[in-house]
């Protein structure tokens, strides 16, 4: 009964650990990037468009079908707007993660307390509070999914050497690529445990360099980052500096003076308290030739490599993997400093058992803490979004201004245009919100966001609007006393957004009606708009077409202002959003009003559609 219980206690304790210390994690609702891909329901009206969706990379140069894709396509369709199913989607997978990492500790270790350990370590390591909260983040637990499955399948192959668990190794690896792109570093993992541990296996792993190698290959041609700097790599003296801020924030729980009775001293002691004991154990053991400490030290630094060239976007969530193999090392030197058979084997036990406190003691709160703050900011953008539903309910067929919108609610979530995946396009901030709102140069332009002046004083005379004050607790209905600040006259933005129904006294009469985002015109259109008010400012077209038109060829697009022909553009990528830049005449500045015609080389009917499409707008704008 006893070993039972045991037994038990070893598959178990760790996933509820897990539960117990991110719990805030599992109530958490959407937040930021995860109003991206909450739309992707949206988008998808055939075959056609969800292949397209499915596979279709971002700009940042990302594809990941499965942990993105399918999990908000999926789930989407299934709960909407209930986060409760993604995140214990995600917890479920975690926990599966977890068993799988003792299990392959206890494998490579020959020890069942070195895997409990591995477990508990990993799921203790703050950095974990990312993952366990932003449903987004679900890419980092599904890869680590793949990987785990992929080495415990390859271990099973070694001990066995049945050529199933080769082939199951190899469906798991090759399933690991549509989750995240680290999972290309699979090979150098088993690739370097053969080498040092069972040089018997290592050209079994030589199939996985190939694969890794086409995989990666195809992504830097099919998905290249188009010019996102955060994501931009770097080859660079920086490096050994990337490097070292990431072994210090394995260690070091994040913001620990402000969670913790803990100061920023007592944190680095721990971290360097933590190096020496594992950096100390790896040359031991290698002293005495097992090569095994050395490989899981390798693979901390293997699962790292992928975003060590990414310097401009160091953060604590990329760890996540690393901290795994980290964790594997400290349950292996954990588990060896209980067992050890030395003169005095009080000390390495002692020792052992206070650097592994102090680390349980200072990350474990900072993780729950961490949790809780992503509930937290949560729960203010779930006040934020579900208030503006209740508000176009109450107010069906109106625009939706919101005053007061601070830095956080306007970059956590309004910049991630969090109203479209309910199907609520009409909402936009009120004249002069960009002077009270940072802006960042990484992000979006705050003055798309904000409606134009004379459309909100023309929206306002005609009850076509309503103004809510967002901040802290629910939404407040403030029609009836709103004033437009003063200056904001002349800061608004010169924009017209194809979207909001208050445009359409601007549009000549050519156009499709509105859609969720966007508007069609057919070969030729028209719109209306201020002049722009000083030399030097430009005219940007944001436009796409569909595939379909470009069965023939490039689109060609030209634009006339005034009568007045600019340069003509091309369309080579369909379904895409691109934006181009027109020089104005300089005759424009300072006008009331200017005319912009817009004419494309050729239109196409899609599918059912019998409209003649020519291209779908979103904005014109001039800045």
């Known amino acids: 009964m006893k070993r039972k219980l045991l037994a038990a206690a070893w598959w178990t304790v760790p996933s509820l650990l897990c539960l117990m210390l991110y719990w805030p994690g599992l109530l958490a609702w959407f937040q930021q990037d995860d109003f991206v891909w909450l739309n992707l329901p949206n988008q998808v009206y055939g075959w056609h468009s969800l292949l397209h969706t ?184 920086a490096i050994p500096a990337t490097i070292w801020t990431y072994w210090r924030r394995t260690f070091e729980p994040v913001n620990l003076r402000y969670l913790t009775p803990f100061s920023p001293v007592e944190g680095t002691a721990q971290m360097a308290a933590c190096s020496v004991a594992l950096i100390g154990f790896t040359i031991y053991q290698a002293w005495r030739r097992q090569w095994l400490p050395l490989v899981l030290l390798a693979w901390y630094g293997i699962t790292l490599g992928p975003v060590i060239p990414l310097r401009d976007h160091i953060t604590d969530y990329y760890l996540t993997l690393p901290a795994m193999c980290l964790a594997m090392l400290a349950g292996y030197a954990l588990a060896s400093a209980w067992r050890a058979d030395l003169t005095w084997k009080i000390m390495p036990k002692a020792l052992s058992a206070v650097v592994a406190a102090a680390f349980l003691m200072q990350s474990l709160p900072v993780a729950w803490r ?140 050519t156009w499709y009606p509105r859609e969720v985002g966007f508007r069609w015109m057919p070969r030729t259109a028209s719109v209306r708009m201020p002049g722009p008010r000083t030399a030097g400012q430009q005219l940007y077209l944001t436009a796409l077409c569909q595939t379909a038109q470009l069965e023939k060829g490039p689109l060609e697009m030209t634009v006339t202002v005034d009568g007045a022909r600019l340069a003509p553009v091309q369309f080579t990528k369909g379904n895409v959003e691109t934006t181009f830049a027109f020089v104005l005449p300089g005759e424009a500045v300072g006008k009331r009003d200017i005319e912009v015609t817009v004419e494309v080389s050729r239109t196409a009917r899609v599918g059912a559609d019998t409209r003649d499409l020519g291209l779908a707008f979103g904005r014109f704008e001039i800045k």
């Open 54 to 237: 499915l596979f279709q990379p971002t700009v940042q140069g990302t594809w990941r079908p499965l942990s993105e894709r399918v999990f908000f396509l999926a789930f989407g369709g299934m709960f909407g707007a209930d986060a409760l199913p993604y995140r214990i989607w995600v917890f479920l997978t975690q926990f599966a993660n977890l068993v799988l990492l003792a299990s392959i500790t206890t494998r490579l270790t020959r020890s069942r307390a070195a895997g409990f350990w591995a477990a508990i370590l990993w799921v203790a390591n703050s950095k974990l509070a990312t993952v366990m909260s932003w449903s987004c983040e679900y890419i980092l637990v599904l890869c680590g999914f793949f990987l785990l499955l992929a080495l415990h399948f390859f271990l099973r192959y070694i001990e066995t050497s049945e050529r199933r668990y080769y082939f199951w190794t190899w469906a798991a690896f090759l399933c690991g690529f549509l989750a995240m792109e680290t999972n290309v570093v699979f090979p150098l993992l088993v690739g370097s445990y053969t080498l040092l541990c069972s040089r018997k296996y290592f050209r079994a792993t030589l199939p996985f360099f190939a694969a890794s190698a086409v995989y990666a290959t195809l992504h830097l041609i099919l998905a290249p980052n188009q010019g996102t700097v955060p994501y931009t790599m770097h080859i660079d003296g």
């Open 370 to 509: 961490g949790a809780e703050w992503y509930r937290n900011r949560s729960e203010t953008q779930r006040t934020l979004v579900m208030g503006v539903a209740r508000a176009h309910q109450l107010h069906p067929g109106k625009v939706i201004l919101l005053d007061g919108v601070s830095d956080d609610l306007f970059w956590g979530a309004i910049e991630q245009r969090p109203f479209l995946f309910l199907r609520i396009p009409d909402v936009y901030l009120t004249p002069g919100s960009e002077a009270r709102i940072t802006p960042n140069g990484q992000m979006d332009d705050v003055s798309k966001f904000v409606l134009p002046l004379d459309e909100t004083l023309r929206g306002l005379d005609d009850n076509d609007i309503e103004v809510y004050r967002a901040g802290p607790g629910p939404l407040k209905n403030i029609t009836s006393h709103f004033a437009i600040p003063a200056g904001a006259e002349n800061s608004g933005p010169l924009r017209i957004d194809m979207s909001d129904p208050l445009v359409a006294p601007r549009l000549g009469p």
